[in-house]
């Protein structure tokens, strides 16, 4: 039952509804319905906290690491090395996302434009 | 009569100004950051093999980015439907206590249900600081009509945003094309340490950067959820032991 099991038009929306939409407004929904009764601070929340910042972080390394398309055409080492320049340039600036976003960028240009 | 017609009128008038400014408070610094974020999920999703009316309708029915990149790296990782729900569920469980966090904030006694439940679909991690930030300049019964111009602003310009550049995506030379599809993880590589409440969750971040390439090669199948759990469940025991440690 993967995204391209079915040949139908319908099976990808189907897919990103059940997988994307109900997977995240269940969440949302529950948050209103729950109202007060949950503290950002509660351990529970901590565990949750952690576990969804380790899934996206797997994600950004699988793509930094194995990515498609055009990224895939660039060197690994270049990859990596303009993602550690961005993230050491970001907390260089005092946490600043758009200087760390700019030198990530910068690095995996410079390295392309020299290739 | 006419004097309550006239009241009614004020109220409406005042609702149109309020939604407005919710409108404006969405062309902001943190609003652009976001449309950034986008422009690399455009070229994310067309590179996964998505067309643009699912990339535009995943913007849309989803909107919280993190879980749609896992949605995508879901889809990429060719994961089935129960695995690639459950992974976006697990990274999206952190909507629920903002929500928590945020409804009260809007809340009067005369609120319709309906309108929280809708507002709540909003709710993603940029509209979420901005109104947090922003509410307390906002009448509390203007709230919810704010944060509804707000929300709604952020979604359908990000919608458009992805979907002009996934248009434009195929033409683009390779090295603007490679540089585009790293701004998603240069975004959160950056966006998610700064997010992090407690140590715990930049321990979580670095035991997920490198755990998701190990299952990848490992478990191609479940890779997202191996990694999140068992870097999670690690940092969240480092995290008690610390507390057991340090405190009482």
């Given at each position: 039952?993967?995204?391209?099991?079915?040949?139908?038009?319908?099976?990808?929306?189907l897919?990103?509804?059940?997988?994307?939409?109900?997977?995240?407004?269940?969440?949302?929904?529950l948050?209103?319905?729950?109202?007060?009764?949950?503290?950002?601070d509660?351990?529970?929340?901590?565990?949750?906290?952690?576990?969804?910042?380790?899934l996206?972080a797997?994600?950004?390394?699988?793509?930094?690491l194995f990515?498609?398309?055009a990224l895939?055409?660039t060197p690994?080492?270049?990859?990596a090395?303009?993602?550690l320049?961005?993230?050491?340039?970001?907390?260089?600036?005092g946490?600043s996302?758009p200087?760390?976003?700019?030198?990530?960028?910068a690095?995996l240009?410079?390295?392309?434009?020299?290739? | 009569?006419?004097?309550v017609?006239l009241a009614r009128?004020g109220?409406?008038?005042?609702?149109?100004?309020?939604?407005?400014?919710?409108?404006?408070?969405?062309f902001?610094i943190?609003?652009l950051?976001?449309?950034?974020?986008?422009?690399?999920?455009?070229g994310?999703?067309?590179?996964?093999?998505?067309?643009?009316?699912?990339?535009?309708?995943?913007?849309?029915?989803?909107?919280?980015?993190?879980?749609k990149?896992?949605?995508?790296?879901?889809?990429?990782?060719?994961?089935?439907?129960?695995?690639?729900?459950l992974?976006?569920?697990l990274?999206?469980?952190?909507?629920?206590?903002?929500?928590?966090?945020?409804?009260?904030?809007m809340?009067t006694?005369?609120?319709?249900?309906?309108?929280?439940?809708?507002?709540?679909h909003?709710?993603?991690?940029?509209?979420w600081?901005?109104?947090?930030q922003?509410f307390?300049?906002?009448p509390?019964?203007?709230?919810t009509?704010y944060y509804?111009?707000l929300?709604?602003?952020?979604?359908?310009?990000?919608?458009?945003?992805?979907?002009?550049?996934f248009?434009?995506?195929?033409?683009?030379?390779?090295?603007?094309s490679?540089?585009?599809?790293?701004?998603?993880?240069?975004?959160?590589?950056?966006s998610?340490?700064?997010?992090?409440?407690?140590?715990a969750?930049?321990?979580?971040?670095v035991?997920?950067?490198?755990?998701?390439?190990?299952?990848?090669?490992?478990?191609?199948?479940f890779?997202?959820?191996?990694?999140?759990?068992v870097?999670?469940?690690?940092?969240?025991?480092i995290?008690?032991?610390?507390?057991r440690?340090?405190?009482v």
């Amino acid at each position: 039952m993967t995204f391209t099991a079915i040949d139908a038009w319908w099976w990808p929306y189907l897919f990103i509804l059940v997988a994307g939409w109900l997977a995240t407004d269940f969440w949302r929904f529950l948050g209103v319905y729950l109202g007060g009764r949950i503290s950002e601070d509660s351990q529970l929340i901590v565990l949750v906290r952690c576990i969804a910042t380790a899934l996206v972080a797997a994600v950004i390394a699988n793509l930094v690491l194995f990515p498609s398309g055009a990224l895939a055409a660039t060197p690994p080492l270049l990859r990596a090395a303009a993602g550690l320049t961005g993230f050491a340039a970001y907390l260089a600036s005092g946490k600043s996302v758009p200087v760390g976003i700019v030198a990530g960028e910068a690095v995996l240009g410079a390295g392309l434009l020299l290739a | 009569m006419q004097h309550v017609e006239l009241a009614r009128s004020g109220r409406e008038e005042r609702r149109a100004v309020w939604f407005r400014r919710g409108v404006l408070a969405a062309f902001s610094i943190p609003g652009l950051i976001l449309v950034s974020a986008f422009v690399g999920f455009a070229g994310l999703a067309r590179d996964a093999g998505l067309t643009l009316a699912q990339a535009v309708f995943m913007t849309g029915v989803v909107w919280a980015l993190p879980g749609k990149v896992v949605l995508v790296g879901a889809i990429l990782s060719g994961n089935g439907l129960p695995a690639a729900a459950l992974a976006v569920a697990l990274s999206s469980v952190r909507l629920a206590p903002m929500v928590v966090a945020l409804t009260p904030e809007m809340r009067t006694p005369r609120t319709p249900a309906w309108v929280l439940y809708a507002l709540s679909h909003f709710v993603a991690v940029t509209s979420w600081v901005l109104a947090m930030q922003q509410f307390r300049h906002v009448p509390r019964s203007m709230r919810t009509t704010y944060y509804a111009g707000l929300g709604a602003t952020l979604v359908l310009v990000n919608m458009g945003v992805v979907a002009v550049v996934f248009a434009i995506a195929g033409r683009l030379p390779p090295a603007v094309s490679a540089a585009l599809f790293f701004l998603t993880p240069m975004y959160f590589l950056t966006s998610l340490w700064g997010s992090a409440r407690e140590r715990a969750g930049q321990v979580a971040m670095v035991l997920g950067l490198v755990l998701g390439p190990v299952f990848h090669l490992l478990l191609p199948e479940f890779d997202l959820l191996a990694a999140g759990l068992v870097a999670g469940l690690a940092a969240f025991a480092i995290h008690l032991s610390a507390a057991r440690r340090g405190g009482v």
